[in-house]
């Protein structure tokens, strides 16, 4: 995520106008207009000052203003590695590094698992020949089989499993769930750092899932500093066998849970957060009460409130 700061004529502003009219956003006070692009957001003020925020600003700029680009920012590298000021070296996929994931924040059911995973460059081929990749194009089943696998192979890791009712509690108190998986992100790469002690590594990298400034805000205020070789892209399980195998661990875990939840409840809770589990909700509150959710779900999704229509 960047932001760049460009003033122009006010003949330019109008002809920016014009040319945004497709992808117009609601104006803060004081701006002529704002309007999100691919790359950026858009935002100009009358003192002719044009703030462009987001993954790729300069290539927005770039269309009015080649020579805006701020020295030393070559918007070309910018976009083709990644597009934060966080984004790894292309070496750190092949070297020893370390990869965190999670899983479960988009369902209903279920806590969030997150795990961070430390692989040495001798461990990838491995690790790719036995179908390391992302957890999200592996069957569950295969999933079990191949954490076992990992498990066998005693890489080493650190999972950590965020219940339902620390999680609703948390969210009570005000947390986002951007902030519960920054921190659970953030402890499970401290767990491990502390595991494999002096073991070498080129990097961490995060499964980017907000704008890095904004995690690192979340751990800053907790007190807690970004350790330093810390990365962030999207989609990393597609280049990290690390964070593919954290991805593979997380997802695990999480099925796991997920498993033992139905036993108690003596349904078996389903995945994801549709209409299906809508009705769910609406048998197990007829048999449990309301406040057996607190500790199978995550209660401020909205499905809580759309389960009522089927009571
Ligand atoms: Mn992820």
């Known amino acids: 995520m960047g932001q760049i700061t460009h003033t122009f004529s006010t003949k330019q502003i109008n002809k920016m106008n014009k040319k945004y009219q497709h992808a117009l956003e609601k104006a803060p006070q004081g701006a002529i207009f704002r309007a999100r692009t691919s790359n950026a957001v858009v935002t100009a003020y009358a003192s002719g000052k044009v703030l462009f925020q987001g993954s790729n600003p300069e290539e927005e700029l770039k269309q009015w203003d080649p020579s805006g680009i701020p020295q030393g920012n070559n918007p070309f590298t910018v976009a083709k590695t990644n597009k934060n000021n966080y984004a790894p070296p292309e070496t750190l996929f092949t070297t020893n590094h370390i990869g965190s994931d999670e899983s479960g924040t ?3 059911f279920g806590p969030v698992t997150t795990c961070a995973v430390y692989v040495t460059s001798e461990q ?5 020949a036995i179908g390391i990749q992302d957890s999200k194009a592996i069957t569950d089943a295969n999933i079990q089989v191949l954490a076992k696998q990992l498990m066998e192979m005693n890489i080493p890791y650190s999972l950590l499993v965020l219940h339902n009712e620390k999680y609703n509690h948390l969210q009570q108190k005000g947390w986002t769930q951007g902030k519960m998986k920054a921190m659970l992100h953030f402890h499970a790469i401290n ?4 595991k494999i002690g002096p073991a070498p590594y080129d990097g961490i990298l995060v499964d980017q899932f907000c704008q890095p400034e904004v995690y690192i805000r979340h ?5 807690e500093q970004l350790p330093s070789t810390n990365y962030f892209m999207t989609k990393a399980e597609s280049y990290s066998i690390a964070v593919a195998a954290a991805s593979v661990i997380a997802r695990a875990s999480f099925l796991n849970e997920m498993d033992g939840l139905s036993e108690d409840i003596g349904h078996t809770l389903l995945k994801g957060a549709s209409q299906k589990v809508d009705r769910l909700i609406a048998k197990i509150i007829q048999e449990n009460g309301q406040g057996s959710l607190n500790a199978i779900a995550k209660t401020h999704f909205a499905n809580t409130k759309k389960a009522s229509a089927f009571l």
Do not use: A, M, P, T
Request: charged share 30%.
């Open 191 to 194: 767990n491990l750092l502390k």
């Open 106 to 108: 988009g369902d209903y």
């Open 124 to 128: 990838i081929d491995h690790l790719k």
């Open 219 to 223: 751990i800053q205020s907790e007190n």
